[in-house]
């Protein structure tokens, strides 16, 4: 079963920071592709940034504040969160949606998906 991980949230003041991060459980995909969402509390699921082929792009209320990076190996994806406003307490969701897995054979193979994570909170306040 496919298991979509998120980590690092927390509480943190405002102005604070967190590092965000996620990654497929036991490493048994690398991440070409995907998007962080995010859902407050009484509010739609909302997009934060997509990471593609070669580019990121962001939302427009994120303003600098946020980034979106990936380590080398593509086994995970992270999204640092800087200067951090109440209103940005809400649960954050990672949802990759290209993914690379080992194939029998010995490569390997991209796929186009729609996996999600059960989500980290992130609850800024003083």
């Known amino acids: 079963q496919v298991q979509v991980v998120e980590s690092g949230g927390g509480l943190v003041h405002p102005g604070g920071s967190l590092n965000l991060s996620c990654a497929a459980s036991?490493?048994?995909?690398?991440?070409?592709?995907m998007n962080w969402y995010r859902q407050a509390p009484g509010k739609q699921r909302e997009l934060v940034g997509t990471?593609?082929?070669?580019?990121?792009e962001y939302a427009d209320w994120v303003q600098g504040r946020f980034t979106i990076s990936r380590d080398n190996a593509m086994n995970t994806v992270y999204l640092q969160a800087n200067n951090l406003k109440p209103e940005d307490t809400a649960v954050y969701y990672c949802?990759?949606?290209?993914?690379?897995?080992?194939?029998?054979?010995?490569?390997?193979?991209?796929?186009?998906?729609?996996?999600w994570g059960k989500g980290t909170l992130v609850t800024v306040s003083a």
């Open positions: 990471l593609n082929t070669g580019t990121i």
């Open positions: 949802n990759p949606t290209i993914v690379i897995t080992a194939s029998a054979q010995g490569g390997s193979t991209m796929a186009g998906v729609d996996y």
């Open positions: 036991g490493n048994t995909f690398k991440i070409f592709a």
